[in-house]
Nanobody
């Protein structure tokens, strides 16, 4: 069982930066793939980025070069640094943990555990 708690959301102007954190409980944290998804009002939850237990990272095209996902297994924490934020990045951001196969990295159904979500609002 893994419990995830996000923090670091808030309001920022376009072009600004935010760093989100997701702290996890559980002794097997290092064996999980960790991901960030987001859900804007009226839209489906969408994949943003993931970091596998190997350290390999993958990003959706719209955030490449702007967002960076990282993990600290000693602290059971995954981070996402978001730079050059745009109003379209406004959403509730969710942390997720699972062991998806390569072809399912972006699927919400491939992740077993979810955080409560944290709001990120980017003003123009």
């Amino acid at each position: 069982q893994v419990q995830l708690v996000e923090s670091g959301g808030g309001l920022v102007q376009a072009g600004g930066s935010l760093r989100l954190s997701c702290a996890a409980s559980g002794s097997t944290f290092s064996s999980y793939g960790l991901a960030w998804f987001r859900q804007a009002p009226g839209k489906e939850r969408e994949f943003v980025a993931t970091i596998r237990w190997t350290g390999n990272t993958y990003y959706t095209d719209s955030v490449k070069g702007r967002f960076t996902i990282s993990r600290d297994n000693a602290k059971n924490t995954v981070y996402r640094q978001m730079n050059s934020l745009k109003p379209v990045d406004t959403a509730v951001y969710y942390c997720a943990a699972g062991r998806p196969i390569q072809s399912a990295l972006t699927d919400t159904t491939a992740y077993y555990y979810w955080g409560q979500g944290t709001q990120v609002t980017v003003s123009s």
